[in-house]
């Protein structure tokens, strides 16, 4: 029998993700490292993101969960980064939409558990920051991903970001840069 989750994103909670939740959020981007693994990506392949980075988001209040609206269960991550993010000063093959002194917001690490995936969620959670970052007054909302993340790029696609250009994450690895402009 196929079990069904239907979900209500108006009944959905988004909220800063506490240290009780650290379980979870690992467990949802151990679910996302192995997805890429099998379609043969080699983002996060390398160990990154792990416990040690999600604890430095969550105490540094970046990180952020989304919620299904029955017991609060996290169904999704990701670290939304008010400010700068360093390794967007410099972008090849192209430029950003905004100068260098907008205001912008930053998301890293995008999971969702694996039950929950198909279903809008990754979708539902970047509008929810979008509109924190409207209230925020950002210029505009930034998104970096691997070269052959497919679904990250088709949800940028989806939501009206513009591919950029190329940034280099701290490794050296480029990653494709987009960029929405709120205002």
């Known amino acids: 029998m196929v ?3 239907v979900l209500i994103f108006e009944t959905m909670i988004l909220r800063t993700a506490k240290i009780s939740d650290i379980d979870t959020i690992c467990r949802i981007i151990d679910e996302a490292q192995a997805q890429m693994a099998r379609l043969g990506i080699d983002q996060w392949q390398n160990g990154y993101p792990d416990r040690s980075s999600i604890e430095a988001d969550i105490l540094s ?13 996290v169904i999704a991550y990701c670290a939304a980064i008010f400010g700068t993010e360093p390794t967007y000063a410099r ?7 905004t100068d260098e002194n907008a205001q912008y917001v930053v998301v890293h690490r995008l999971a969702v ?13 970047v509008r929810r920051v979008e509109a924190l970052a409207v209230e925020q007054h950002c210029d505009s909302f930034r998104i970096d991903t691997h070269t052959d993340n497919r679904y990250m790029h088709a949800l940028c696609a989806r939501l009206g970001f513009v591919r ?6 701290s490794d050296g690895s480029p990653r494709v840069a987009y960029e929405k402009v709120l205002r």
């Open 3 to 5: 079990n069904f989750v």
């Open 91 to 97: 972008i090849d093959d192209g430029r950003w939409l």
């Open 164 to 169: 950029c250009g190329t940034i280099y994450v």
């Open 61 to 73: 209040g970046v990180g952020l969960v989304l919620c299904s609206e029955e017991g609060c269960e």
């Open 113 to 125: 558990a694996d039950r929950f995936k198909h279903r809008g969620i990754a979708t539902e959670f």
